[in-house]
């Protein structure tokens, strides 16, 4: 079973889309995927539930959503002399430990429905080799899980247009007669090699798109560590021995289903991508907490360090580079793969998952090293009483259907 398989398995009620917008899906899927050699991590699957579950929704809507590509990089500020000085950011493992003491104090929230709002980005390369720039759209994923049995789940995508990303890129698009059309690669689905690129106007907006289904389980769309229910993630134990035995039945059932995206080569393994995955999800304070000093104590170490997020934030960035259970990881820039970095966002209040990064490893086709590839930035998250608001169009009658 693949991704597309096991979405549409978790939408029984959600009428199939046709076979040629699966192929364009998969298409897309195949030009946004880690290679084998790196492990699928929660950024693409929320770049999944964001590549997946977007890709997947995008197919759904019978819409061939843009591309979506990363914030560059920025460029640290030069320090004013009369500026205070700002303290070093602190680093270490500890960070980790002492967080999760506080997370641990957190009173538990509740709400009728799991709200999360996640900004995905990945750039594009243009131009010719000698002046290359970047260009890239922005994708606003909001999705509605319920608490309450048979109400109806909700996920809107929204797409920004094509546009050169910094006035660095903006300079040099510019200098090379500022085309307003670009061919984007998007993947082939063998043995065809129709629909290997699709043709992107700049500025050019997709209306938002809206996917709705009856959830009598209250199922989540993140299928990066199991196929969670509200109520299931509420049961988890807190107690550290417990919580993994729990963890290791996850990672013998996907060995079992054979999901190869999904499954790792060993428990270990597994665990180095399911704990910073599980931070994302709706799991009381204690459990997280829990999963924050199982992070701390990770095979092969995991580096942190404080830093502000692009939203503002103040969060510790996980990076597991130097872990010798992560594989390298290659992704795809422009017509080759490059080597890349992953770092983990933490909010520094909740412990929650709040973004993550592929960032390239040295300076690649005139671009430096650091480049985002991928940046997911989850900028809402949490519980809340208010429910999805669909168009004037859309109507909650049937059990399930899209809408724009």
């Not at 260009?135 to 797409?159: L, N």
Request: glycine share 6%; hydrophobic share 40%; with cysteine.
């Amino acid at each position: 079973m693949d991704e597309i398989t096991l979405l549409e398995s978790s939408l029984p009620d959600a009428p199939p889309p046709a076979p040629e917008v699966v192929a364009r899906a998969r298409a897309r899927l195949a030009a946004h995927e880690v290679r084998r050699r790196p492990r699928r991590t929660w950024t693409l699957i929320v770049g999944a539930a964001t590549a997946t579950a977007a890709v997947v929704t995008a197919a759904a809507l019978a819409a061939s959503l843009l591309t979506h590509a990363p914030a560059p990089v920025s460029a640290p500020a030069s320090a004013s002399a009369s500026a205070t000085p700002t303290p070093t950011p602190r680093s270490g493992t500890r960070l980790l430990l002492e967080l999760a003491d506080r997370v641990e104090r957190l009173p538990v929230e509740t709400g009728a429905y799991w709200r999360t709002r996640t900004l995905s980005r990945e750039p594009t390369p243009m131009g010719p080799a000698s002046a290359r720039y970047l260009i890239g759209s922005t994708m606003d994923m909001r999705e509605w899980t319920p608490v309450k049995p048979g109400a109806h789940s909700v996920q809107e995508i929204r797409t920004t247009g094509y546009e050169p990303l910094t006035s660095r890129d903006e300079r040099i698009w510019r200098e090379q007669g500022s085309p307003k059309q670009w061919k984007i690669p998007v993947g082939c689905v063998p043995p065809k090699s129709s629909g290997c690129e699709m043709t992107a106007t700049k500025g050019e907006k997709m209306p938002p798109g809206f996917m709705f289904w009856v959830s009598s389980k209250g199922q989540l769309l993140d299928h990066s560590v199991s196929s969670f229910t509200l109520a299931g993630l509420a049961a988890l134990p807190a107690d550290p021995a417990l919580l993994r035995k729990r963890l290791a039945g996850y990672h013998a059932a996907q060995v079992k289903r054979g999901i190869k995206a999904l499954s790792k080569d060993s428990f270990e393994e597994f665990l180095v991508e399911a704990v910073p995955d599980m931070l994302g999800l709706p799991v009381r304070p204690a459990v997280r907490a829990t999963l924050l000093r199982m992070y701390a104590e990770l095979p092969g170490g995991v580096a942190v360090r404080e830093t502000v997020d692009s939203l503002g934030r103040s969060a510790l960035v996980a990076d597991l580079r130097d872990n010798e259970l992560r594989e390298t990881t290659q992704l795809e820039f422009g017509s080759h793969e490059v080597p890349v970095t992953h770092e983990t966002l933490l909010d520094s209040l909740t412990g929650r998952r709040i973004g993550a990064r592929y960032l390239t490893v040295r300076a690649e086709d005139g671009f430096p090293k650091g480049t985002a590839l991928i940046d997911t930035t989850v900028s809402e998250v949490g519980w809340t009483d208010e429910r999805p608001v669909l168009p004037s169009g859309c109507h909650l009658k049937d059990s399930s259907g899209t809408c724009r």
